[in-house]
């Protein structure tokens, strides 16, 4: 009876891996299908809204001159680039000083002093925000950098799609182990929580926005009140694509992999802080939510495939003698396409692709580790600055939704 038992749930195991990687290629193809436009600068600047680059800086003394430089040779003719500095201690400050001397649509803010109830980007934002003349703001990582194209290409996507928010999933640059062992399988993880397809869906509450680069309206970006009013979230780009798709505004989350580069993280320490910060974040703190995901994380990790392989293999042998090996080589064939295919829509090798069962594994116990913090109401530590619970936890990451906010995207332009 308990082999009987076993081997059924092994067979429901296989089944949800097959499903789970199907439901990954289905996600591929709908990535590849959403890239900004062709690349071709503009002839003149004549007609074109003017941008404002807003880059908030903390500590970033490795980064900033490659993501200042890369600002700096847009191929759009009518910009200016904000760089704030929060609160730096190291050169940042001296470096972008040399970078934007006698750069007349340059602008340096520096900030010495966090308000209480804020976090450190969302407060670098808002003063960028608030000092910007564009008619469109950019706002972008400073551990980030774009090709030439890019300012442009986004611009007219949003143009193309009557949309006011624009966003660009990135290339990823890796170099230690840890990084390519564990951003595969975590970004998995986040694409799981906004499937693109929905994101992209007007119809679809489902929204997410990456502060590693958007493009925004201004005027839609006042309404939404802007950074302000995701100040205390440590996930502020996910509360401004919530709030600018739930005030009845078009978003579009690209594969921007042609177009933006990052290092989101150094290390095992860093990524492992980084990511819980944005998963938990990004689940609003929600018990049950973590539960969930930590659930299907273990169901589709490797100890959970070999036990199904192992269980159920057999059994499918003695009942299907001539078909048994139908399910197991659509699992490997799905295992050989969509992991691979995930680290190429990353742009970075498909051999990264075998570190993902450590990676999945490790994902699992971040999961965990979520879990303990909810219970224990642990406070949020980021970037040296320590963040009490009530901002740990926020009430709710979407906006309330007003029935005389609703309109389609077309009637802001």
């Given at each position: 009876m308990l082999n009987n038992f076993l081997i059924a749930v092994a067979g429901v195991m296989l089944?949800?891996?097959?499903?789970?990687?199907?439901?990954?290629?289905?996600?591929?193809?709908?990535?590849?299908?959403?890239?900004?436009?062709?690349?071709?600068?503009?002839?003149?600047?004549?007609?074109l809204p003017f941008i404002s680059i807003i880059i908030p800086a903390h500590n970033e003394e490795e980064n900033i001159q490659a993501c200042l430089q890369s600002a700096f040779d847009q191929d759009y003719p009518n910009f200016e680039i904000i760089l704030v500095d929060d609160r730096s201690t190291d050169a940042t400050e001296s470096i972008a000083a040399d970078i934007g001397r006698n750069k007349s649509n340059f602008k340096f803010i520096k900030v010495n002093e966090l308000p209480h109830g804020w976090t450190g980007k969302s407060h670098a934002l808002d003063i960028g925000g608030r000092q910007a003349s564009g008619e469109w703001l950019a706002f972008f990582d400073a551990d980030s950098h774009i090709v030439p194209s890019a300012l442009t290409r986004c611009h007219q996507t949003a143009l193309d799609h009557k949309v006011s928010l624009v966003s660009l999933g990135p290339k990823f640059i890796l170099k230690t182990f840890w990084e390519k062992a564990l951003q595969p399988p975590f970004v998995v993880a986040s694409s799981m929580l906004f499937p693109l397809?929905?994101?992209?869906?007007?119809?679809?509450?489902?929204?997410?926005?990456?502060?590693?680069?958007f493009l925004i309206k201004k005027s839609v970006y006042e309404k939404i009140g802007g950074h302000r009013e995701v100040r205390g979230l440590a996930v502020e780009d996910i509360g401004i694509g919530k709030r600018v798709k739930a005030a009845g505004f078009g978003i579009l989350f690209l594969n921007g992999r042609d177009l933006l580069e990052t290092r989101m993280y150094t290390g095992f320490k860093t990524t492992l802080d980084g990511w819980i910060r944005i998963l938990s974040a990004s689940m609003n703190y929600n018990l049950a939510m973590v539960v969930k995901n930590l659930i299907i994380h273990i169901l589709?990790?490797?100890?959970?495939?070999?036990?199904?392989?192992?269980?159920?293999?057999p059994f499918l042998q003695s009942v299907f003698p001539i078909l048994w090996f139908i399910l197991p080589l659509i699992f490997a064939l799905e295992l050989l396409i969509v992991p691979p295919g995930i680290c190429s829509q990353m742009g970075i090798p498909k051999r990264y692709a075998a570190l993902m069962p450590l990676g999945n594994l490790i994902l699992i116990w971040t999961y965990m580790v979520i879990i303990k913090k909810i219970l224990m109401k642990d406070a949020l530590e980021w970037n040296g600055t320590t963040y009490g619970t009530h901002l740990y936890r926020p009430a709710e990451l979407d906006p309330a939704r007003d029935s005389r906010k609703s309109r389609s995207a077309a009637e802001d332009f």
């Open positions: 089944l949800l891996q097959i499903y789970f990687w199907a439901v990954g290629l289905r996600g591929l193809l709908q990535s590849y299908s959403w890239t900004p436009s062709a690349e071709g600068g503009p002839d003149s600047s004549e007609g397809a929905e994101v992209n869906d007007p119809n679809s509450p489902v929204a997410s926005a990456s502060g590693m680069f589709m990790s490797p100890f959970a495939a070999a036990f199904a392989l192992y269980m159920f293999v």
